[in-house]
């Protein structure tokens, strides 16, 4: 009953996964496309079935959610695997970069972010059944189809299988050195808009009321917010405002990215920006958006999970690390409801949402031992 075993077995039917992958790369599948997405979910709950799996699909808008579910014959609380089948790549990106190998580099759009994790759940799976292996508890596979344009579909499904779930298993890839994620900041999004007065700008400039010059107020208010020390950042990246030079703008608005690693941080955040108030008489500013994602914040029982993973990777002979980014993912709505959370539990590699996007392949029946002893151990 050696994890080991099933490096050997991805190991020996390698060539077979690769071709798998390649499959699922050329199925182009961009988030919201969902005619594609679907097609791709039907191949993928068919793969799942095969493997035993009993398959809920989630009918949606923007494109079906998959939920499959494994052992559950098993009387533990279930696992949660997490990952996500839609990309960022536009359809005919595979035209211009094909899926080809270099080297140890297994290039395609789509690979790395993350159709090698759907891969790496087939091979687990497969390698159960063929070498009489199971979990230790039911697991429940999750992919979703709009991850890469925030999850607003499916983030209720994640969060209700999160909260059913011990612990959760996502399948992003890991940091550049290979290292597993355990913090992850947490994202919003916010909009202004400015309302001021519109008036000839030689004429009558007192009866205007410039919500440019309101704006600008306020982009050094926001800018104010930032507290690197505290890992809450904010930047005002896009501003428009007004019509032409010589009308006192009526109109502004404004764009704000926001990033915080604690989830206090991230609500004091929203109250600052909820806060904001013009500055001049005649303007209105009205603040809309807020954190799309919680921070995913390295709690004891994230640090426990991690550690179990660690030792479980050493005697795999993996030296596993662990580090934080300031990108999110589904892990932080997983960990956001308490569910202890391993997040980049994927394949090596590099180049997410850029044309160099790689696997790193030789490092693939070493990842799927790893999400296999992961299951088998915890
Ligand atoms: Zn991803």
Redesign the pocket.
């Known amino acids: 009953m050696n994890p080991t075993a099933v490096r050997t077995f991805v190991e020996d039917r390698l060539e077979d996964y690769l071709a798998e992958l390649k499959a699922l790369v050329e199925h182009e599948s961009p988030s919201g496309d969902k005619p594609r997405l679907d097609a791709l979910a039907g191949t993928i709950a068919a793969r799942w079935a095969g493997l035993g799996g009993e398959v809920d699909r989630l009918a949606n808008g923007a494109g079906d959610h998959l939920v499959g579910r494994f052992f559950g014959s098993i009387a533990e609380k279930p696992a949660l695997v997490v990952?996500?089948f839609d990309?960022v790549w536009p359809v005919g990106t595979i035209d211009r970069l094909p899926f080809r190998r270099e080297g140890d580099r297994l290039y395609g759009p789509g690979a790395y972010?993350?159709k090698a994790s759907l891969v790496l759940v087939a091979a687990v799976f497969e390698a159960f059944a063929a070498l009489g292996l199971a979990p230790r508890r039911p697991v429940t596979v999750l992919f979703t189809s709009d991850?890469?344009v925030g999850s607003k579909t499916s983030r209720a499904l994640i969060e209700d299988l999160a909260r059913e779930s011990l612990h959760a298993l996502v399948l992003?890839?890991p940091l550049a050195d290979g290292s597993l994620k355990t913090a992850r900041k947490g994202v919003g999004r916010f909009g202004l808009e400015v309302q001021g007065r519109a008036a000839h700008a030689g004429v009558a400039p007192e009866q205007g009321a410039s919500a440019v010059v309101e704006l600008a107020h306020q982009i050094l208010r926001i800018q104010a917010l930032n507290d690197p020390a505290s890992g809450t950042t904010v930047n005002v990246g896009t501003v428009q405002g007004g019509t032409t030079p010589n009308v006192v703008p009526a109109h502004a608005m404004a764009q704000v990215d926001a990033r915080a690693v604690t989830i206090a941080g991230a609500e004091a955040l929203e109250r600052a920006m909820a806060g904001l108030a013009a500055a001049t008489p005649g303007t209105r500013v009205t603040v809309s958006g807020g954190f799309n994602r919680p921070p995913m914040e390295r709690t004891p029982g994230v640090a426990a999970l991690f550690e179990r993973a660690r030792a479980i990777g050493a005697a795999l002979g993996l030296a596993l690390a662990e580090g934080s980014t300031g990108g999110g993912?589904?892990g932080n709505f997983t960990a956001a409801v308490g569910t202890p959370t391993l997040d980049g539990l994927?394949t090596p590699g590099g180049g997410?949402h850029a044309d160099d996007e790689h696997i790193l392949y030789k490092a693939l029946p070493e990842r799927a031992a790893l999400l296999a002893a992961l299951l088998m151990e915890i």
């Open positions: 990952g996500h990309t972010d993350m991850e890469e992003e890839p993912s589904d994927g997410a």
